[in-house]
């Protein structure tokens, strides 16, 4: 039986037998589930990458308005567009979401983590033959300082204070500590162009394992590989082609037909249908977005913090999960952190549905009537669905709760962050001070629960410098328990990336940094023949 | 409008007062009576002119009415986008808008300055043929439309060159075989294409014809550097969905008119004479009908090339009409504006075609007493 499944392991790994295949066959020698799938991705890996072949990508979220200007990159597409032809300093692990050396070969940092020294790597080539160095990426990361670049990272970069060039090395310094500096810089904005891109920022050159081919906007973007690059471990196939799909259906049908290997934002709904093609495979990663139904903790009647308990023990969300992402999903815990975040505190008791719990703190907080929770399809898919099933579960717990629908055309204007209670969804950020800067901070300007707690602000800061590990997890878990305990925030789920891919593509790398492997998805993958 | 009117006299101009509904303003006015309109006034020249060419006369002055209009459509397309809420500076920067950020854009495209001044400039430019460069990407906004314009007008043409021959041809053979068996299978199944929505259409040829039998490639994307051959193959689902939907109502409509013709006497007569049917149709009754079928067909045209944005999503196809959606999406106004105006420039000078043709078409028109 052995030699069998170490026969059927090598035939899968060369893609003469297909995934599904393999696992059936597998599961008739009387191996589990998990056991058998461990030792098809082992024995897939060890038979290592294959070289060539053209990659078809077929994705939403591209318009004819998209641009190769890394800093105006807002899109899907821009964003492996820039993945392809670019490479950032730093890079975030897949898996721990640690940084990790890309372009920048090492990194330290001073004790209270306001001047930070990156070596520069030697050698790299960008796409016009000039070899890289330490002005380009000086002068890279002072254009997106700059407010005139309308750079996507503006937010962060706006946190540096001078970056200087000091031999083979940059040097930042920051007005206040930043022990997370390295995980900033892995931001997609970041894309290292030769004289900082000043003169041409749409040239399209940097130093990815592709180059750029043909640019159509919103149409289709072509790639070949770049024969000198810095990296062996990546960059498999010879040619990407990525087209540009917004319909899921026909995203789909594309996928189904064979006429691209790789499909992004496939819809919940119809996933368990697309499950069932033989030779499509589905690639969902655990992720750091969520839906979620935020109170303002400054607002009658949810400034009684009962009321927001009571309204946090009435939400089931399992069933949430179960609803509304299929499955695709984990169950939240009332703030806005999960295991994909480095530094996660894993002790936290989860919360769960629980009628008297929430009878309880209901009754306590003395509030009568009814509860007005408003929403829209646009705060996240199934909003509208999430809103009445959310009813039902409160109603059991004595709490009445009044729908409001409201129109998507000035849903982020009008209701969110304007409202006490609405529907609303979050993408996730590089790092847990990032996720809790951007919307808890007191001063934050989408702190869309009005958190205004001076403890919490101290401790974000302390945190924010504090370049002791151990000590910083103490501090983002006694965060994370404030927000769960008394803030504005319930999180029923964080929502899955879905992908799929056809069974000619190997090596597909989960990345919990962002969706379809973190952009990274043509570098990374090969195809079988 | 598929009516089959019996009187023959009064049935051209009921006709011709369909034909005239759909065609927007100007032409909403019966030819005769927009010329004599124009005739009373006190211009010497021109009423001179006009009694000497008539055609030439009216031609000049649909013309000139189709400016105004446009001129108009342009005023309302700018008026919409004005209204929207969110300018482009803010669209644009979505979550990473900063107040700073949002004032930069509004200075360097001056949307800082008022409504009126950007519209006169704007109109300044456009009088030149300039549209500019499109704010959100910095293209320039002629060489964007002239690539796209390119893909739907292709797409268009072999979509009309299809429906246009077999509209006529059906609608001529199911008034050969009226009320027989060929006739309800022709009208049952036409109206059964024009009653699905046209995305259905598509996913179904998709499912079908792309997925399932594997036969056409999909999705329908045409690129620079595909040959002509690849750029026919790309378009034959996107091409068969636009023939669907637009077959019927041109069939049907050739149907109604030879009808309306083939009840008057002199039909009665070719018959009585002894010609065979289908010859009474092709030679006595379709010349007496063509103008409400040109009409018709213009409309079709119109549709294709202005209409089609919905098959554009759903078959990937880089034409006009996605364009500009992404265009309004972040309120990008040169290209919206350019895109509108091209839109209306060929919705009226298509009507306008089918309304000089329909009068070419009619003596009677031709020599308005």
């Known amino acids: ?529 | 409008m598929t009516a089959d009117r019996g009187l023959p006299g009064a049935g051209i101009e009921q006709l011709e007062g369909m034909a005239a509904g759909p065609l927007g303003p100007p032409p909403a006015n019966p030819p005769t009576a927009a010329a004599a309109g124009l005739a009373a006034r006190p211009l010497g020249s021109w009423a001179r002119f006009r009694h000497h060419m008539p055609l030439a006369a009216l031609i000049v002055q649909r013309l000139g009415l189709s400016v105004v209009l446009l001129w108009a459509v342009s005023v309302v397309i700018f008026l919409g986008i004005e209204a929207l809420p969110g300018d482009f500076a803010q669209t644009y920067l979505g979550q990473s808008a900063t107040p700073q950020a949002v004032a930069n854009i509004r200075a360097e495209l001056g949307l800082d300055r008022p409504a009126v001044t950007r519209y006169v400039e704007w109109l300044g430019g456009a009088l030149q043929f300039d549209f500019g460069k499109s704010w959100a990407s910095g293209a320039s906004v002629t060489q964007q439309i002239a690539l796209r314009l390119g893909n739907t007008l292709f797409l268009a043409f072999w979509a009309a060159l299809v429906s246009v021959p077999l509209a006529v041809g059906l609608g001529m053979l199911a008034v050969h075989y009226r009320n027989r068996l060929p006739d309800r299978l022709i009208n049952v199944v036409s109206l059964g294409a024009i009653s699905l929505p046209e995305f259905f259409v598509g996913y179904i040829l998709i499912l079908f014809i792309a997925v399932q039998g594997g036969w056409v490639t999909f999705p329908s994307t045409v690129y620079a550097g595909m040959s002509f051959g690849q750029r026919l193959e790309a378009i034959v689902l996107p091409g068969a969905t636009l023939v669907l939907v637009v077959l019927a109502h041109m069939m049907r409509m050739t149907r109604a008119a030879i009808l309306n013709v083939m009840s008057s006497a002199y039909i009665e007569t070719a018959e009585l004479k002894g010609l065979d049917t289908l010859r009474i149709i092709a030679r006595h009754a379709a010349p007496n009908a063509l103008a409400p079928i040109i009409t018709v067909v213009a409309l079709n045209l119109a549709y294709l090339v202005v209409g089609v944005v919905v098959v554009e999503v759903v078959f990937v196809y880089p034409g006009m009409g996605q364009y500009m959606v992404d265009a309004v999406t972040v309120r990008d106004m040169p290209v919206v504006q350019a895109c509108g105006l091209i839109f209306a420039a060929v919705y009226i000078l298509l009507n306008m075609t089918a309304d000089i043709l329909s009068i070419l078409a009619n003596p009677r028109l031709r020599h308005p007493r």
């Not at chain 1, 931001?187 to 900082?196: F, K, M, R, T």
């Open chain 1, 1 to 529: 039986m052995d030699s069998y499944l170490k026969y059927l392991s090598r035939e899968a790994a060369f893609g003469r037998l297909g995934r599904r295949e393999f696992l059936g066959r597998a599961a008739a020698l009387g191996l589990t589930l998990p056991a058998a799938t461990t030792l098809l991705s082992s024995s897939l890996l060890a038979a290592g990458p294959q070289k060539g072949g053209h990659l078809k990508l077929g994705l939403e979220g591209g318009a004819s308005t998209d641009v190769l200007d890394p800093a105006k990159c807002t899109s899907q597409v821009c964003f492996v567009v820039m993945r392809n032809w670019g490479d950032t300093l730093i890079e975030a692990h897949p898996t721990s979401g640690e940084p990790v050396p890309a372009l920048a070969e090492s990194w330290e940092a001073s004790p209270d983590a306001k001047v930070w020294t990156f070596k520069i790597r030697k050698g790299v080539q960008f796409h016009n033959g000039k070899e890289m160095t330490v002005d380009d990426v000086v002068a890279t990361l002072k254009r997106h300082s700059d407010e005139a670049s309308q750079s996507g990272a503006l937010g962060i970069m706006k946190s540096v204070g001078e970056v200087k060039a000091d031999g083979d090395s940059i040097v930042v310094s920051l007005p206040e500590g930043n022990a997370d500096l390295p995980l900033l810089l892995s931001d997609y904005h970041l894309v290292i162009q030769p004289g900082g891109g000043v003169d041409d920022p749409n040239a399209g050159i940097g130093t990815g394992p592709y180059k750029v081919a043909s640019f159509e906007p919103g149409v289709r973007i072509t790639f070949e590989k770049n024969p000198n690059d810095w990296r062996s471990d990546r960059g498999y196939v010879d040619s990407v082609e990525l087209v540009v799909i917004n319909d899921a259906t026909a995203r789909t049908a594309a996928l189904s037909s064979g006429q691209v290997h790789f499909i992004n934002r496939v819809d919940p709904k119809t996933v368990d249908l697309l499950k069932r093609a033989p030779h499509i495979a589905i690639e969902n990663t655990s992720a750091r977005g969520h839906y979620v139904f935020i109170m303002h903790c400054d607002k009658e009647p949810f400034s009684n913090n009962d009321l927001r308990l009571a309204l946090k023990y009435a939400m089931d969300r399992e069933t949430m999960v179960e609803k509304i992402l299929r499955g695709y999903g984990k169950v939240g815990n009332d703030f806005p952190i999960n295991e994909t975040y480095a530094l996660f505190p894993r002790d936290i008791e989860q919360r769960s549905y629980d009628p008297d719990k929430a009878a309880f703190h209901f009754k306590k907080s003395g509030h009568s009537g009814s509860v007005l929770l408003r929403t829209s399809e646009v705060a996240f898919p199934g909003a509208v669905d999430a809103a009445v099933l959310y009813q039902e579960s409160a109603k059991k717990a004595g709490i009445e709760i009044e729908i409001k629908r409201e129109p998507g055309d000035g849903y982020w204007s009008n209701v969110w962050n304007a409202q006490p209670f609405c529907t609303s969804y979050w993408g996730g950020r590089p790092t847990q001070d990032q996720m809790y800067t951007t919307a808890y901070y007191s001063k934050a300007d989408w702190n869309d629960t009005k958190f205004l707690r001076p403890d919490f602000d101290k401790l974000l800061l302390e945190a924010r410098a504090e370049l002791d590990q151990s000590k910083r997890e103490s501090m983002y878990r006694e965060m994370a328990i404030m927000v769960r305990d008394e803030g504005g925030l319930i999180l029923p789920m964080f929502n899955d990336f879905i992908n799929a891919v056809t069974n000619k593509v190997q090596g597909y790398v989960h990345d919990v940094g962002n969706d379809m492997s973190n952009g990274y998805i043509a570098t990374r993958v090969w195809l079988t023949a």
